[in-house]
Each structure stands twice: as C-alpha cells, then as structure tokens.
T-cell receptor
Framework: DAKTTQPPSMDCAEGRAANLPCNHS???????VYWYRQIHSQGPQYIIH???NNETNEMASLIITEDRKSSTLILPHATLRDTAVYYC?????????????FGQGTTLQVKP | GAVVSQHPSRVICKSGTSVKIECRSL??????MFWYRQFPKQSLMLMAT?????????EQGVEKDKFLINHASLTLSTLTVTSAHPEDSSFYIC???????????FGQGTRLTVV
C-alpha cells in the first residue's frame, strides 16, 4: 500500500468545519484514497473514497490535490459524535479488493 | 451502506479453550472477508484474508493453526481462536467487500477476554 502520513491529533470546535489532511506522495495513478473512521470500541466506518476528482457525500467531502499527493477530508459541521480516529488509506492498486492496511490515523476531538 | 454483523460482541473464555467468532454480510454477497486484531491504543492489524471456498491467506507472523478461518459461504466467515491464552485478549474485527464495489464494510467487533 502507498504510505500515508496524517497528523496524530486535531481539535475542532463543535459546529465548525473539520479539515483532516493526509499526505500520500507515493500514490500511483490507479490507486484510490479511502477514508474511514473508528469511534471508540466500534468497528471502522466507511466515509468516502476518491481517485482524482473531488467527492462529496452525506458524511463528508474529499478534496484531492491535482498532483494527487495529498488530500483533505472535510466534515462541514462537526458534532461531538464526530470525535473518532480518522484513517486515510491508499490500498495497493493491483489488489483493490477491500484489503486495508491501517496506519495510526488522526484522532479528532470535537469540543463543545 | 452495506451491513456486516459480527457475533458475539463480547466473550470471556478460560485459558486453553477455543472461541468462534462469526462475521456475516447481511445484505450483500462477500467474496472476500478480512480479519483484523486491535490491541488497546493501537491501530487495526490485518490478520488474514478470507476467500469463499478457498484457504485463507495469513499475514506474516499470524499463526494459521491458532487462528482458524473458514469462509464456507458468500455471507459467512468464521474465526476460531484455538487454545486461547490471555495474550490473545483483544478486539477482533472483520470486514467484507462486495462483488459490486471496492469499499470494505466492517463489523462492530468482538471483544475477547481470556482469563
């Protein structure tokens, strides 16, 4: 899997946008960027994924830079329930079967 | 999103006994399922890849004779922790990917405590 780098922790005020960065400078042309989050003592939850275009769904937006070497996950209006560990993952493009190698992720603390 | 159910959510067992954990895809067929282990304050570690109708592929350092995986149908994979020891106490999580998409969906996890 292409290596990703995320800050270990971030804080965000409730109601504000949370912008979580991820660097993946070794990403290949056919490799997607996936974001998952894990709330304490639960299984990870799929958030969003993208290849080169920006993506948006009901949970978040994903902004991928033009050179694809970095991306940002945006939670537009963070709530206390968004407190979790957020993982940015770039699976091996040759085996896009759902196999995920997790790094340490970013612990997002949403504060009132 | 698709639903993956894991059972049991919590189990306590005695040292030396075996424990079976089930992972079911409820609304889709999963040709591939994955098993992870997570120790406190650590990230998820992939243990093995389970393919329906064939032998599982284990990650380096994971004992295949200790962690038995069976993927007998397109909706069910099981992980059996054999001869469990206290050091096997952990949070075990499964995921499944469907035949129509590439994102994986995770079960709620199983907290195993070996006493």
């Amino acid at each position: 899997d292409a290596k990703t780098t995320q800050p270990p922790s971030m804080d965000c005020a409730e109601g504000r946008a949370a912008n979580l960065p991820c660097n993946h400078s070794t990403i290949s042309g056919n490799e997607y960027v996936y974001w998952y989050r894990q709330i304490h003592s639960q299984g990870p939850q799929y958030i969003i994924h993208g290849l080169k275009n920006n993506e948006t769904n009901e949970m978040a937006s994903l902004i991928i830079t033009e050179d694809r070497k970095s991306s940002t996950l945006i939670l537009p209006h963070a709530t206390l329930r968004d407190t979790a560990v957020y993982y940015c993952i770039v699976p091996d493009g040759s085996s896009n079967t759902g196999k995920l190698i997790f790094g340490q992720g970013t612990t997002l603390q949403v504060k009132p | 999103g698709a639903v993956v159910s894991q059972h049991p959510s919590r189990v306590i067992c005695k040292s030396g006994t075996s424990v079976k954990i089930e992972c079911r895809s409820l609304d889709f067929q999963a040709t591939t399922m994955f098993w992870y282990r997570q120790f406190p304050k650590q990230s998820l570690m992939l243990m093995a890849t389970s393919n329906e109708g064939s032998k599982a592929t284990y990650e380096q350092g994971v004992e295949k004779d200790k962690f038995l995986i069976n993927h007998a149908s397109l909706t069910l994979s099981t992980l059996t922790v054999t001869s469990a020891h206290p050091e096997d106490s952990s949070f075990y999580i499964c995921s499944a990917s469907s035949t129509w998409g590439t994102e994986a969906f995770f079960g709620q996890g199983t907290r195993l405590t070996v006493v």
